[in-house]
């Protein structure tokens, strides 16, 4: 069931970003697109952007959330200083985890590299579910990254 809606993301997100050039249009309609289709598995989808020794907050569909975090702080900047996708099945375990949200109890986060190879940003995403995300999502997500790349 997952995996039918994350093709069809799939499949759509080629064709969005498909001539457009510029990153925060792209990031924008492809976290609307991430979050709408998701329904509400996904309670918070968006990135935050590589900038010196921070991550700013960028494009995002949900509640507000902070606007700057530390390399190897919370999940994002562990995600961001190490270069891997973390799955934090519960917030709660996760230590250092900034709660942009007290409704937030699992997360998974993505790092996205632009064409040189660098993590230029990190897809985050919450859900009001424990455990919400496996390595289903890890795969998908991965993939949206990649479509990303030439872009960011
Ligand atoms: N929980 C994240 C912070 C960003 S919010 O979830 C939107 C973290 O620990 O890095």
Request: proline share 4%; aromatic share 8%; with cysteine.
């Given at each position: 069931?997952k995996?039918?809606?994350?093709?069809?993301?799939?499949?759509?997100?080629g064709?969005?970003?498909?001539g457009?050039?510029?990153?925060?249009?792209?990031?924008?309609?492809?976290?609307?697109?991430?979050?709408?289709?998701?329904?509400?598995?996904?309670?918070w989808?968006?990135?935050?952007?590589?900038?010196?020794?921070?991550?700013?907050?960028?494009?995002?569909?949900?509640?507000?959330?902070?606007?700057?975090?530390r390399?190897?702080?919370?999940?994002?900047?562990t995600?961001?200083?190490?270069?891997?996708?973390?799955?934090?099945?519960?917030?709660?375990?996760?230590?250092?985890?900034?709660?942009?949200?007290?409704?937030?109890?699992?997360?998974?986060?993505?790092?996205?590299?632009?064409?040189?190879?660098?993590?230029?940003?990190?897809?985050?995403?919450?859900?009001?579910d424990?455990?919400?995300?496996?390595?289903?999502?890890?795969?998908?997500?991965?993939?949206?990254?990649?479509?990303?790349?030439?872009?960011?």
């Open positions: 069931m995996e039918k809606v994350y093709k069809e993301l799939l499949l759509q997100l064709g969005l970003i498909e457009e050039t510029d990153a925060v249009a792209v990031l924008a309609n492809t976290a609307a697109l991430l979050h709408d289709m998701m329904g509400d598995r996904f309670f989808t968006g990135f935050y952007i590589a900038r010196g020794d921070e991550l700013v907050l960028g494009p995002f569909q949900g509640p507000i959330a902070c606007y700057r975090i390399c190897g702080r919370g999940v994002c900047g995600a961001w200083e190490r270069d891997e996708t973390i799955v934090v099945p519960d917030v709660e375990q996760f230590p250092g985890h900034i709660a942009c949200s007290s409704l937030s109890r699992s997360e998974i986060v993505v790092p996205v590299h632009d064409r040189t190879g660098r993590v230029a940003a990190v897809l985050d995403i919450d859900s009001r424990l455990a919400a995300f496996d390595d289903t999502d890890a795969h998908y997500l991965n993939r949206v990254a990649t479509l990303l790349s030439p872009v960011i």
